[in-house]
């Protein structure tokens, strides 16, 4: 039970007995390390006990008297709960270490709710009470939308994000259109995130998806109607922290997808009035796409976060049949600012012996977000792998299908705040900018305002939903659409 909750949020680089830097010996007491299990001090990185002997030096560390869990629902044990916190009996306790383990782990919804009291023994130790109630590693998460030519579309995603007890995680989906149920489509994946110590992991996947679509390919209007169904089937291999080129920090794969593209055209030109032609090449054919990623990130929450980064870049390039190179990039970026309309963060917990300390308390509730996007292809792109402008996905204020194009470079931001104290309750207000076309030298400006909120449902661990509404500046069109689970 110990492996496994430490799997969950187990650090890339963890530390042996050996390994314990000289400058931590001579601050920590040596008893010290007989009171960590030592399953545990093997998930510890150098860095934590460093963190350990700050708070020591500060008088800021205590030990743990006693600990107890007081009340909890769901599949959580509660022995493996107080270990992902890391406050096994015991076990040193600093205070804003405690906070930020807490955060993470509500963050990747290993709790749906957390509240805790801490009390101070003469002696310098601490009490602590727990109260948590636990979401399911195992949940079903409906995935609607809808499309002119197929209908709604109605599928159903299963995700298991710890599974067999480990840092492995499975995600399965299943779903048809209404307009054509004969056609279903569906994808299956799972990565394995402990090889090398949890250094490195694969991933294996396989898909059948389709695409019904009015595509758009330049400003005269021209537009055809289109039907594309892409069966793939991939495999990647990840390092983290050991980049295969060089110390650059944040996680890396290596990764191939074997594809069969296919596409039909309802009515239209799909080649559009201006631009090249494609009829040296069927849109019915076979591709081998070879690609390196890289990604790094740290945010406070995993669907509305208001604190951190993200950042990913993906180089690609496809033999066969389309034959093309691709780079995309994706930074995002959230700064913390007031809360003009809603409650504040707290900063520490209630003073006070016994008091109650909710950890919803402690997230920021206001920040300005902002995100860059570039998506350049070239060569026989797939019309299936366009770049589609309009929509949730960048440009916000015109209808999806508005534009496809193999060149796009966006800006988005918002200012994203919390209305309630319970974090039930989101809005936003956005801008969203682009430029879009076949050729960099001649792009056309998309621009869009908008605003947009989220509320929490009594199911799916709290899951949110919700709606937004866009405007281009220029009047010429506007958009609205359901927002499930997050915003960027």
């Known amino acids: 039970?110990?492996?496994?909750?430490?799997?969950?949020?187990?650090?890339?680089?963890?530390?042996?007995?050996?390994e314990i830097p000289d400058d931590v010996l001579d601050i920590l007491p040596a008893f010290m390390f007989q009171l960590i299990d030592p399953q545990a001090l093997a998930f510890l990185t150098a860095e934590d006990l460093r963190e350990y002997a700050r708070a020591y030096e500060d008088g800021r560390m205590h030990f743990?008297?006693?600990v107890r869990v007081v009340e909890h629902s769901g599949p959580l044990d509660?022995?493996?709960?107080?270990?992902?916190?890391?406050?096994?009996?015991?076990a040193p306790y600093v205070e804003e270490r405690f906070i930020r383990l807490a955060k993470q782990a509500y963050s990747r919804q290993m709790f749906t709710s957390l509240?805790?009291?801490?009390?101070?023994?003469?002696?310098?130790?601490?009490?602590?009470d727990i109260r948590y109630t636990a979401g399911n590693p195992q949940t079903f998460i409906p995935e609607p939308s809808y499309s002119a030519l197929a209908g709604a579309l109605v599928g159903l995603r299963y995700n298991d994000f710890f599974y067999d007890n480990s840092n492995k995680?499975?995600?399965?989906?299943?779903?048809?259109?209404t307009d054509e149920p004969d056609d279903p489509y569906g994808s299956f994946s799972f990565t394995d995130n402990t090889l090398n110590g949890g250094r490195n992991s694969e991933s294996f996947s396989a898909s059948v998806a389709n695409s019904w679509r009015t595509r758009e390919r330049d400003s005269?209007?021209?537009?055809?109607?289109?039907r594309t169904r892409v069966s793939r089937v991939d495999y990647a291999y990840g390092f983290n922290g050991d980049a295969p080129l060089g110390d650059i920090p944040g996680s890396w794969a290596l990764g191939a997808g074997f594809y069969r593209h296919e596409a039909w055209v309802y009515a239209g030109n799909p080649n559009g009035i201006g631009t090249a032609p494609r009829s040296d090449f069927s849109m019915?054919?076979?591709?081998?796409?070879?690609?390196?990623?890289?990604?790094?990130?740290?945010?406070?929450s995993t669907f509305l976060p208001k604190e951190g980064w993200s950042y990913n870049a993906r180089l690609s390039h496809t033999f066969g049949n389309f034959d093309s190179s691709r780079f995309r990039v994706d930074l995002r970026r959230y700064e913390p600012v007031h809360n003009i309309f809603g409650p504040q963060k707290r900063d520490a917990p209630e003073e006070g012996i016994g008091l109650e300390n909710d950890i919803r308390d402690f997230y920021e509730t206001a920040s300005v977000a902002v995100q860059l996007q570039a998506d350049i292809a070239d060569g026989?792109?797939?019309?299936?792998?366009?770049?589609?402008?309009?929509?949730?996905?960048?440009?916000?204020?015109?209808?999806y299908d508005t534009w496809a194009a193999t060149k796009f470079i966006g800006a988005r931001t918002e200012y994203r705040f919390t209305l309630d104290p319970a974090r039930r309750y989101e809005a936003y207000v956005f801008s969203d900018n682009g430029f879009v076309g076949e050729n960099l030298t001649e792009l056309e400006s998309l621009n869009a305002w908008g605003v947009g909120g989220l509320f929490q449902l009594p199911i799916y661990g709290g899951f949110k939903i919700g709606a937004w509404l866009g405007q281009s500046w220029d009047g010429s069109d506007n958009s609205w659409g359901l927002a499930f689970g997050s915003q960027f």
Not at 169 to 177: D, E, M, N
Not at 220 to 226: H, I, R
Not at 284 to 300: A, C, F, H, K, P
């Open 1 to 18: 039970m110990l492996l496994a909750a430490c799997c969950c949020v187990r650090p890339a680089q963890a530390i042996t007995y050996e």
């Open 64 to 66: 743990i008297a006693d």
């Open 380 to 399: 026989n792109v797939p019309w299936a792998y366009e770049q589609i402008i309009g929509g949730g996905s960048n440009v916000r204020g015109y209808t």
């Open 169 to 177: 995680q499975l995600a399965a989906s299943l779903g048809f259109a």
């Open 284 to 300: 019915t054919g076979n591709g081998l796409e070879t690609y390196l990623t890289w990604s790094s990130g740290q945010r406070d």
């Open 78 to 90: 509660p022995s493996l709960a107080l270990l992902i916190l890391q406050i096994p009996q015991g």
């Open 220 to 226: 005269l209007g021209e537009a055809a109607e289109l």
């Open 115 to 128: 509240s805790w009291q801490v009390w101070e023994n003469k002696d310098g130790s601490v009490n602590i």
